[in-house]
Every structure is written in structure tokens, then in C-alpha cells.
């Protein structure tokens, strides 16, 4: 691959976004000062389509579904503050509303596997995960929490990074394979002296998040984008069931340790703290051991996998 140099007839002080059809040619979205535009290729001489809504759009930006090869854009109406998504390519449908949205900035990725997503606040306390033609779906928020701005980002095998907060903390969870189900939240701290907070990007394709915050510090050298690299979270169940024998005489307890990534099962995954030793997780992410009859005590269990952050749990025996 080689890099190279791709030329878009637009403003200097245009928004634009891009996104790259099934067919390998770029498609861009942008806003000038009265019109919002779009355009498939990069020549020069094309005529770019006037998609302009009442009152205008800004902050465009658009993805491209992997399963159906729709073009969706989202923008922001500049006179009402609500935001919008509407399909561009292959042919020009109508806005959709995001119900409650009104960021500054709309977010928007593509899922792999299928599905156009955003993910936003409708009232600074709850967060959203909204798929283009579908109807949003809450994200775990922790009790309390304040929310300025939300963000996503495509991750592997259908997941979908979500992540919010404000100036002193990020939230960020990762969606299983089917998006019907989250990871633990984690918390990041934002910087010492943070006073703004503005936007969120992220970038999860490969696993782990790179997520970036635009913030305030100082007014300064310390004002600017920060980046933390973020690692997907397991997560550790324990079921305990007593054996009996014939005579209905209790022999031991078997134990069942179940390791999921949002619910998913996770293979492979070395368990610790059994009375047996460490044992690697099953095809289900399970691992199951007994502990005979007249055994006490308490395990105190650590599922950990490269690439996650561990998880623990305890049981009484």
C-alpha cells in the first residue's frame, strides 16, 4: 500500500466527513457556510448533491453499513440542536430524528457485521445506543453520574466501544458480539485541574479503545487532546450445586466458574484460586470442579486472558 493524496473541492472552514463504500470509493460529507453537501469519488469535476436541511446542517459526519452498503450521514440542525441520521447512498431517504439528541457534535460508527450506530446523552444523566432505523437501547451508567458528551467506536466481531462522562471522569463499556449486552463499566480519571471537556474519539477495531478527550486544564501548555488505551474487561460468575448420592447423602459441591466478555462466553481463560489449581476455561467459559463433602472455607477466584483486564469473584464452600 502506498500513501497517497485524494483532492474534495470544499471551503477551508467546511466540516467534512469520510467513509469508504463497499466499492473502495470514498464518499464525503461536509458542510459549507449555507449548504450541506455530499459526494461519491474524488473527482473534481463532479457535482457534489445538496442535502441541506431546514435550518441547516453542521458537524457532519457518515459511515458506511458493512452488511447493507447504505451511506449514512448524522448531523447536527444548526437552528433546532437536534440531531439527525439520514441514508445518502444508494439512494437519498429521509432525516431521522434521534430521539432526545442534541450534541454538539454527533457520533456515529459502523459495526461490523452490520448496523450504523450513535451514542448520546438525552438529558445529561442517561446514555443512549441508537442503531439507524432502530430504537435506542440504554448503557450502563453508574449511579450519579454526570454526562456532557458520549462517543462509540466499531470494535471486533460486532461489539461496539461506548463511552461518556465529563471533566473529572470517562465511563467507557464494550457491547458484546450481538450488542445485547454490556462489559463492566470502567472509570478513568481525566486530568489533574481539568475545567472543560468537550469531545471524545475513539478508535477499537482491534480489541482494545485508544480514546482521546479534547479538554481544558489550564488555558495553556496543558490545554489539548489526551489519549489512554483501554483494555475490554472480563467478567466472573460462580453457581455452586450440592451432590448427593443414591442414598441422598451429600458427597461434595461442584462449583461452576463461568467467564464472559458482555455476556459472551470466553474460552481459554485461566481461572485461579481453585481447590484443584488453575485450571483454563472450556469452549462455554466454563471451568467446573468439586470439593468434597465437609470441605470450608471460601475461594477467592481471578479469571484472567491476554488482553482483558481480570476479573474476580469469592465463593463459600
Known sequence: HAFGTYQLTVPSNADVGTAVLRSGQLVSVWRSATTLLFQTGVDPSTQPQNITPPGLGESPVIAVDQASGDAVVAYRNASTGA?????????????????????????????????????????????????????????PVP???????????????????????NEQQTFVTRTSRAVSGFEPVQTLRSPPGTVQYFRLEGEGSAGPLDLFADVTVDGKTKDGSYHTHVFPALSLSIAKKTI??????????????????AG??????????????????????????TAPAGKKGSLALTATKA????AKGKASL
Open 244 to 261: 448427593t448420592s443414591k442414598q441422598g447423602k451429600v458427597t461434595g459441591v461442584r462449583v461452576t466458574v463461568r467467564v464472559t466478555d
Open 264 to 289: 459472551d462466553p470466553v474460552a481459554g481463560a485461566k481461572v485461579t484460586g481453585l481447590p484443584a489449581g488453575a485450571k483454563t476455561t472450556d469452549a462455554s467459559g466454563s471451568v467446573v470442579v
Open 83 to 139: 440531531d439527525f441520521f439520514r441514508r445518502v447512498l444508494p439512494s437519498l431517504g429521509a432525516p431521522q430524528t434521534m430521539p432526545q439528541a442534541k450534541s454538539l457534535a454527533p457520533s456515529i460508527a459502523a459495526r461490523a457485521g452490520g448496523g450504523v450506530y450513535s451514542a448520546y446523552t438525552p438529558d445529561g444523566a442517561k446514555v443512549w445506543l441508537l442503531r439507524f432505523g432502530g430504537q435506542p437501547k440504554p448503557v
Open 143 to 165: 449511579k450519579g453520574a454526570r454526562v456532557l458528551t458520549a462517543g462509540l467506536a466499531a470494535g471486533p466481531d460486532g461489539r461496539l466501544w461506548v463511552f461518556y462522562g
Open 307 to 310: 488482553g482483558y483486564l481480570p
